[in-house]
């Protein structure tokens, strides 16, 4: 696992209260990992403070689980 | 009473007679307030007035980029943002039939718009913080409707629907959403009345008087407090029985 993926893994984990074994590839935020939409809302926005990045909310509705985040931040930096 | 030390509020239209008490009501429970409004003398007045923790940043609602860059400005004033107060407001009254888009658009963005615009740049900070206070002044004529006041009326009526719709989505994070509906209360905007409307205005205030802004201002500073913690999607009326609702 790359280091962004066990960066983005501990933000889930913290902002989540979700073991970290749960947070596989395809973990749905929203049907696996327990977020609502608020949650969702503010993991990108600590994802956008740890990266350094912007994420536009028409990107951030496509970041659904856990492995979309990755590859979203990866291309984006 | 209530204690809002540490805490930095936003006032817009501060310039005037309501946001002006209530700016000075913030500040004198110990909040650090950011001053805004379109005339810089009488904010700078007001702030020199206030002393210690009082910043002037002027800026122009109806300016769409003037208004998003306006949340940031005042945390780098202020060091942080806990408490909004969406206070400025313009009127540009006619008859219905003879009012143009024009004023309705006016109002509506001045209003309406750059209150949701405002909003939307303080979420963020507040839900970080956990913590967060949005007070939105609308009126008591968003409620009732008044003859010549269309764009007014719709404008104050749809703050209170948007403040409802964004208490729901962020009540959860400590952040509470409310409005305060002022009825008539002594300021210049309402000097401009003569007399005789003077006194029909009273004759409907079971009160029997104008209200004073700083009626107003002590009803926001209850709903900024750490108190009101549990007071969300609600309309406050300081209206002295004009309508009661």
Request: aromatic share 8%; glycine share 12%.
């Given at each position: 696992m790359s280091d962004v993926a066990d960066r983005v893994r501990k933000i889930v984990v913290e902002h989540l209260g979700v073991e970290e074994d749960k947070v596989v590839e395809?973990?749905?935020?929203?049907?696996?990992?327990?977020?609502?939409?608020?949650?969702?809302?503010?993991?990108?926005?600590?994802?956008?403070?740890?990266?350094?990045?912007?994420?536009?909310?028409d990107a951030a509705e496509t970041i659904q689980t856990f492995g979309d985040a990755v590859r979203f931040i990866k291309e984006a930096q | 009473m209530f204690d809002l030390t540490g805490k930095c509020a936003l006032v817009t239209g501060a310039s005037g007679g309501i946001g002006g008490a209530i700016a000075t009501a913030l500040h004198g429970a110990g909040a650090t307030v950011g001053l805004s409004g379109t005339r810089t003398a009488p904010l700078e007045e007001l702030a020199a007035s206030l002393g210690d923790r009082a910043h002037v940043l002027p800026c122009n609602l109806s300016d769409a980029e003037a208004v998003n860059a306006l949340p940031k400005q005042a945390i780098e004033a202020m060091g942080g943002l806990d408490i909004l107060v969406n206070n400025a407001g313009i009127t540009r009254d006619n008859l219905f039939m003879r009012m143009s888009e024009e004023d309705w658009a006016q109002v509506l963005e001045v209003n309406l718009t750059s209150t949701m615009r405002l909003c939307k740049g303080v979420v963020r900070p507040m839900m970080k913080a956990r913590w967060g206070r949005i007070i939105n002044i609308s009126s008591?004529?968003?409620?009732?409707?008044?003859?010549?006041?269309?764009?007014?009326?719709?404008?104050?009526?749809?703050?209170?629907?948007?403040?409802?719709?964004?208490?729901?989505?962020?009540?959860?994070?400590?952040?509470?959403?409310?409005?305060?509906?002022?009825?008539?209360?002594?300021?210049?905007m309402t000097d401009k009345l003569n007399d005789e409307q003077k006194s029909g205005i009273l004759g409907q205030i079971p009160a029997g008087r104008m209200g004073e802004a700083e009626e107003i201002a002590a009803?926001?500073?209850?709903?900024?407090?750490?108190?009101?913690?549990?007071?969300?999607?609600?309309?406050?009326?300081?209206?002295?029985?004009m309508a009661m609702l």
């Open positions: 395809n973990a749905s935020f929203i049907d696996d990992l327990g977020a609502d939409s608020l949650d969702t809302v503010e993991l990108v926005m600590a994802f956008e403070e740890e990266f350094g990045i912007e994420i536009p909310d | 008591i004529v968003g409620a009732t409707g008044n003859p010549g006041q269309a764009n007014y009326a719709a404008a104050k009526a749809g703050m209170v629907g948007m403040s409802k719709s964004i208490a729901y989505e962020v009540a959860s994070r400590g952040i509470t959403v409310n409005c305060v509906a002022p009825g008539f209360i002594a300021t210049a009803a926001v500073l209850y709903l900024a407090s750490p108190e009101a913690g549990y007071v969300t999607g609600a309309t406050l009326h300081v209206n002295g029985g």
